[in-house]
């Protein structure tokens, strides 16, 4: 069993920053994918940014050149620096690992969430 505890939250104006931090309970640079998702109200959960273990990212359109996503290796944890937010980035954000294990068992771990609110 994996653990996920999301951290970082909070309300911001529009054009600030958050960074968002998922702690695991074991090293996520086994964790074959790692990602962030959101929820906003009335909607469904949606990918945000996600990453590999060899490194490689994805970012969805609507936050290229806005957020990075990247694995802390130092202080296992996974980040999520989120800047220019808007209004429409208000949700609740997840922290997501997902993949096999050696014996070819597939796991997908959630964390909590974290709210995050951009609003002036």
């Known amino acids: 069993q994996v653990q996920l505890v999301e951290s970082g939250g909070g309300l911001v104006q529009p054009g600030g920053s958050l960074r968002l931090s998922c702690a695991a309970s074991?090293?996520?640079?086994?964790?074959?994918?790692m990602g962030w998702y959101r929820q906003a109200p009335g909607k469904e959960r949606e990918l945000v940014a996600s990453?590999?273990?060899?490194?490689?990212?994805n970012h969805v359109d609507s936050v290229k050149g806005r957020f990075t996503i990247s694995r802390d290796i130092a202080k296992n944890a996974l980040t999520l620096q989120m800047n220019g937010l808007k209004p429409e980035d208000t949700a609740i954000y997840y922290c997501?690992?997902?993949?096999?294990?050696?014996?070819?068992?597939?796991?997908?771990?959630w964390g909590q969430g974290t709210q995050v609110t951009v609003s002036s």
């Open positions: 990453t590999l273990k060899d490194g490689s990212t």
């Open positions: 074991v090293s996520i640079a086994s964790l074959n994918v």
């Open positions: 997501n690992a997902a993949g096999f294990t050696a014996s070819n068992k597939r796991y997908n771990y």
